[in-house]
């Protein structure tokens, strides 16, 4: 078993839900408080996100976060696992950025979570592979999450 490892999670694993226990405790006191201070503390815990990742990934962190506060501003900015997410008027993750560097893995991915209104059929894509973004796709994502906010 290597430093980084004990018998059942890794230091990355732990970390992860070491955030999503402070996640929770966030959430739980923005409860009490009024819907633009709440508003207020989640948009600056995505930008200290985004201002801790390296600049590929921040700067596409960046991006994805002007997009949804553009097409969808009803959706409140929140962590989530540490990363960058958007949530809906019941708190629930609609969409959210997940950095390559974060998991150390080739691409980073924008995501579709469960209370996302992506439905259609038996089979429908909840993630997408970013590498770059240019106008046209952040186009095609504006209108997955114009979409999935709905």
């Known amino acids: 078993m290597s430093k980084t490892e004990t018998a059942n999670f890794t230091d990355a694993e732990r970390e992860a839900m ?6 929770g405790r966030a959430a739980r006191s923005r409860a009490k408080k009024d819907p633009a201070q709440a ?7 995505v930008r200290a996100k985004l201002a801790d990742m390296p600049d590929d ?9 002007a997009m949804v506060a553009e097409v969808a501003p009803h959706l409140v900015p929140k962590t989530y696992y540490g990363m960058p997410a958007y949530a ?24 579709f979570d469960q209370a996302a209104n992506l439905d259609d059929g ?7 592979a970013v590498t770059a ?6 186009a095609f994502l504006a209108e997955r999450v114009r979409l999935a906010a709905s």
Do not use: M
């Open 18 to 23: 070491k955030a999503r226990a402070n996640e």
């Open 39 to 45: 508003r207020a503390e989640g948009e600056a815990e």
């Open 57 to 65: 990934d921040r700067e596409l962190g960046e991006r994805l976060h």
């Open 88 to 111: 809906n008027e019941a708190g629930k993750v609609v969409c959210f950025y997940k950095p390559r560097s974060k998991f150390k893995v080739r691409y980073s991915t924008f995501e």
């Open 122 to 128: 038996a089979v429908w894509p909840t993630a997408y």
């Open 133 to 138: 973004l240019g106008d046209d796709e952040i």
